[in-house]
């Protein structure tokens, strides 16, 4: 009995989608966006690279939620949240922007820890619905109070962002903040996977009864996964409030919510380095369907039901598909 109890907390380097060679698929991934600014690129480019390294950041922190074995719809609220907070903080009360973005991140992570314990006591498809009415709650009680929100012409104007006092002015210097905050995302995703949380963390998604069993909090675990991917949300979405200088409640209508769900679920639900993926495949893709906007939703469509049919742990699990394939064929 001890032996079998022990098994949801082993060590998750070896998690779906954790194969090494998706580690390697992600690390030069990392490479080339690192590697970009020394490239060089105009600025259309690097719009796109900032768009990748953001939604990267949202994705990541949905990501955390999912290692707990939930899926949130409501992911696009918490951006909302830390956009607004950041905006409202900025331009009513008038503190820097990087007071904002790290309050941003604060204040989600609160709302998020507040709304966790009733919410997380829902399981499987009833956590789903009750996230998708919280999303669309937001988006209508930001439409609802034009006061906080500036309703449906939204805020404009919002300042850039700025270190110590100093604006970032070009797109490059944009994308290398943006990079770098993403880089710190990624880092702490990576201390969380490897240490005793990530253990707790596997072990709730693998079997929720079984952890129990072994002693594990699952209700506090599942708190503290919400909490922190909320939180990382917020701060995306703070960033991206000061990058665009504009938000408004349809900024963070459903459909945001569902592009992170299928950028995490392209790139890998539970592999490290899955949303970093997901992000830099699919943020680029209405760039390259534009003039076309009607097939976009086909587009992603497609690739998702292409990935759930031949990849179901996502792009980071396609080596070893094909070395499968391979091995099949011989």
């Known amino acids: 009995m001890n032996a ?4 949801p907390l082993a060590p998750t380097t070896n998690a779906p989608g954790a194969s090494p060679t998706g580690r390697w698929i992600a690390a030069a991934a990392l490479a080339l966006c690192a590697a970009y600014p020394l490239i060089g690129g105009n600025a259309f480019e690097y719009h796109v690279a900032i768009m990748v390294c953001i939604a990267a950041i949202a994705t990541g922190g949905l990501a955390i939620i999912a290692w707990v074995g939930q899926l949130s719809l409501a992911h ?29 991140a604060i204040v989600a992570g609160l709302v998020a820890y507040a709304i966790g314990s009733p919410l997380l006591r829902l399981r499987g498809v009833y956590f789903v619905l009750i996230t998708f009415a919280l999303n669309e709650l937001f988006r209508l009680a930001m439409l609802a109070f034009p006061g906080i929100s500036g309703g449906s012409s939204g805020l404009a104007n919002i300042p ?20 770098g905050c993403l880089a710190v995302v990624m880092a702490l995703m990576w201390l969380l996977r490897r240490g005793p949380m990530g253990r707790a963390f596997a072990s709730v998604e693998e079997n929720l009864v079984l952890a129990e069993s072994a002693g594990v909090p699952t209700a506090r675990v599942q708190s503290i996964a ?24 349809e900024t963070f209508a459903f459909q945001l919510s569902v592009s992170y769900v299928i950028m995490l679920v392209v790139g890998g639900r539970l592999a490290l380095f899955g949303a970093l993926l997901g992000a830099l495949f699919l943020t680029p893709l209405p760039e390259f369907l534009r003039g076309i906007e009607q097939y976009q939703h086909i587009a992603y469509g497609v690739i998702l039901i292409v990935v759930l049919r ?14 499968t394939a391979k091995g099949d064929q011989a």
Not at 4 to 7: E, G
């Open 160 to 179: 850039p962002i700025s270190l110590f006092g100093m604006a970032l002015e070009s797109k490059q210097s944009v994308y290398i903040f943006a990079l």
């Open 4 to 7: 079998k109890s022990s098994q």
């Open 310 to 323: 031949f990849l179901p742990r996502g792009l980071m699990s396609l080596s070893d598909r094909l070395r």
């Open 76 to 104: 696009g609220a918490f951006v909302g949240i830390g956009a607004y907070c950041s905006t409202l903080l900025v331009t009513r009360l008038g503190m820097p922007v990087m007071v904002g973005l790290p309050a941003a």
């Open 226 to 249: 919400f909490t922190i991917g909320s939180a990382i949300a917020g701060f995306a979405g703070a960033i991206m409030a000061h990058y665009i200088g504009f938000i408004s409640p």
